[in-house]
């Protein structure tokens, strides 16, 4: 008998009865799942119609069996997408262990909801042009802000969960969340005597509306069920980081955020984390996120930095400085372009963009300033920075930036106060150099502050050695309470950097940067318990003594 004939005698039972469908249903996947090439005939495509269509009947475990019973097995790419649109309990694991051609996969992607193009993200098996097609997708799959991101989540598919509650009252909601909440427990005890006694390397996790991990595949749940995203980890150990928080407080996709899980067992010890949110499609209101976790990639552990790239990271100096000059020069077009219109230099412009040319003048230059700082950088290790011999009035700079930094705190409802003394000396520094280490120092602490936090601070004259020098000593913020200095100089540490005041670069690559310029010019940077301590060498024709007169707040 042909295989068409065959889908079309299962299709011509009887389908009256709920069993009689669920038996039809199994048996047109098992035929499916036969034949490798997809014939495209009108008898194939009944069939995944009539999948389709009774899918919802057919319980949600006996579609994760009926899934996982594919795994590894060469069947049809068009079957692959059919159970890639199911729920993802049923999903992930055919997606983890699919076989298909190159060229296959590449159709198949588009096809593909952002956490099921994640899956694939982490299979090492894959070819690489399937890896850089995946890569294209980064702009929808990993989009901050904006209607792109609205966009791909009202064009996902419904889960069958989700069609059979969607457009109930909100009662039922509660309810359904309530019994998820039950299950995720059940499947918690149930399951943890078939937990692997070796580390796991990756797993899938979904949180409810407050951030609260519910659910996890492929770790034991024990540790990870409870786990919030929603705010950071204490004193940036346990829990998650910055990123993560900021993003689900922002409703956002994150990528490879830090997680870090106490404990000795299979899933304890750091993690990398990826996640998107999801929506009510009818209503509209948050339900959660959902993401993946990966172990880190080497390079990516903060107690193993690399020594020989820029900074302590992988990054050689000498080819960042090359890349430095080629980002410079469109950044600088971009801002000039869009000063004109935020100007009407051109002719009249409406205020939306008008509005939209100041946001983008705005996020450029931020991204031009951390260029410089990049440049900066890859100059003081490549021995080519500029030493010059200028004075400069480093006490009415950091008033400057006190004030500005002032504003960026309260709008976080946090709050600067630094005192700085009266007629100190003048700073034998470049300009530039003072104003980047100040403006980098406090973008580095008050960019850091929880709400209704004060960053004190002092700018007084004081003894180190045999020398009197400027000194800035400011509070480190909570959120970095505890932490050593190791932890804080890794290159890529940063507790939060989602605020707009907080180090572009991370947290580690601005201290480093800061001390690096200081050690330049014969100043220092040290880290103590509670504070950091800035020392600034004064003007060699100055001889003050260390202990000026009364202060004033700036």
């Known amino acids: 008998m042909r ?3 065959m889908i079309a005698t299962v299709l011509e039972r009887p389908s009256g009865r709920p069993d009689e469908r669920a038996a039809q249903w199994r048996q047109l996947v098992d035929l499916l799942a036969q034949r490798r090439q997809a014939s ?13 269509r009774h899918r919802a009947e057919i319980p949600l475990q006996a579609r994760e069996r009926t899934a996982a019973s594919l795994g590894g097995l060469r069947v049809a790419p068009e079957l692959i997408a059919f159970f890639a649109e199911d729920h993802p309990t049923v999903a992930t694991p055919l997606l983890r262990s699919a076989r298909l051609a190159t060229r296959e996969w590449i159709e198949l992607l588009s096809g593909l909801s952002p956490t099921g193009r994640a899956v694939l993200r982490h299979r090492r098996d894959l070819p690489n042009d399937v890896h850089q097609a995946l890569a294209a997708f980064g702009t929808t799959d990993f989009v901050l802000e904006g209607e792109v991101a609205e966009a791909e989540e009202q064009a996902r598919p419904l889960s069958p969960d989700q069609e059979e509650n969607a457009g109930q009252p909100e009662e039922r909601s509660q309810i359904w969340e309530l019994v998820e909440r039950i299950e995720a427990f059940q499947r918690s005890r149930d399951s943890a005597v078939h937990e692997p006694a070796e580390a796991a390397e990756e797993f899938r996790w979904e949180t409810g509306p407050e951030g609260v991990i519910m ?26 980081d910055g990123q993560a928080a900021g993003a689900f407080h922002k409703r956002a996709p994150f990528r490879d955020a830090r997680f870090n899980v106490a404990g000795y067992g299979a899933a304890s010890g750091d993690w990398r984390i990826s996640g998107v949110p999801y929506f009510d499609v009818h209503r509209g209101n948050f339900l959660g996120y959902r993401g993946t976790a990966r172990r880190p990639r080497l390079g990516e552990v903060a107690a193993m930095p690399d020594e020989s790239g820029l900074f302590g990271s992988n990054l050689p100096a000498e080819s960042l400085r090359q890349l430095v000059h080629e980002l410079k020069t469109p950044l600088n077009a971009i801002i000039g372009f869009a000063e004109l219109i935020e100007g009407q230099y051109m002719g009249p412009a409406g205020s939306q963009y008008r509005g939209r040319a100041g946001e983008i003048v705005e996020q450029a230059r931020r991204l031009l300033g951390a260029v410089d700082d990049l440049d900066t950088a890859a100059r003081i290790e490549t ?3 500029e030493r010059g011999q200028s004075e400069v009035d480093t006490g009415a700079v950091l008033s400057r930036l ?4 002032e504003q960026e705190a309260a709008q976080n409802r946090a709050a600067l106060a630094i005192r700085i003394d009266g007629d100190l000396p003048p700073a034998a520094l470049e300009p530039a150099a003072a104003e980047r280490m100040l403006s980098r120092m406090l973008a580095a602490t008050i960019g850091l502050a929880g709400e209704g936090e004060t960053i004190h601070g002092d700018f007084t004259l004081a ?6 020098m400027l ?10 309470h505890g932490l050593d200095e190791l932890a804080l100089l890794h290159p890529g540490y940063s507790p939060d950097g989602d605020w707009p005041a907080a180090p572009s670069l991370g947290l580690g690559f601005a201290l480093r940067l800061v001390r690096k310029l200081a050690e330049a010019a014969g100043g220092a940077l040290d880290i103590a318990d509670e504070r950091f301590i800035l020392y600034l060498p004064v003007a060699a024709h100055e001889a ?7 202060g004033a707040e700036a």
């Open 215 to 240: 659910w996890v595949e492929g770790a034991p749940r024990g540790p990870l069920v409870g786990q919030s995203i929603a705010t950071i980890g204490e004193h940036g150990h346990y829990g998650v």
């Open 471 to 480: 000194r800035l000593a400011i509070d480190r913020p909570h959120a970095i």
């Open 40 to 52: 495209g005939s009108a008898e194939v495509e009944a069939a995944y119609a009539f999948l389709r």
């Open 383 to 385: 021995g080519r920075a």
């Open 463 to 468: 003894r180190r050695g045999r020398q009197d």
């Open 402 to 405: 006190h004030e500005a930094y």
């Open 3 to 5: 295989f068409d004939d």
């Open 544 to 550: 003050p003594a260390s202990d000026s007169g009364a």
